[in-house]
């Protein structure tokens, strides 16, 4: 299974992007999935995920700006951005969880900064 993140890129302050996260591969379904970012010298950090029933969960720095989402047949995931922050400047990864709960995967990364 191989998950291919994209979206990324340059933008001020107050823009908006929106990640896509997409598999492919022996499976095309999971339970919940989600993304995470990392900066140079800090943790990996949760920053949004959702359940295969829809229930999602946000740090609480990006919450009321980020919105996640993902298909109806479960293999896609989104992480629409919204009044970024410079601090929001990260490697954004999403991860999907098996259905047998077990297992994860990640994807490559993309890379998000926003400039002041």
């Known amino acids: 299974v191989q998950l291919q993140a994209s979206g990324g890129g340059l933008v001020q302050a107050g823009g908006s992007l929106t990640l896509s996260c997409a598999a492919s591969?022996?499976?095309?379904?999971?339970?919940?999935m989600g993304w995470y970012r990392q900066v140079p010298g800090k943790q990996r950090e949760l920053v949004a995920s959702?359940?295969?029933?829809?229930?999602?969960n946000y740090a609480d720095s990006v919450k009321g700006r980020f919105t996640i989402s993902r298909d109806n047949a479960g293999s896609r995931v989104y992480l629409q951005m919204n009044s970024l922050k410079p601090e929001d400047t990260a490697v954004y990864y999403c991860?999907?969880?098996?259905?047998?709960?077990?297992?994860?995967?990640w994807g490559q990364g993309t890379q998000v900064t926003v400039s002041s």
């Open positions: 591969g022996s499976i095309f379904s999971f339970n919940a």
């Open positions: 991860r999907a969880q098996a259905l047998d709960g077990l297992r994860y995967f």
């Open positions: 959702i359940t295969s029933g829809g229930d999602t």
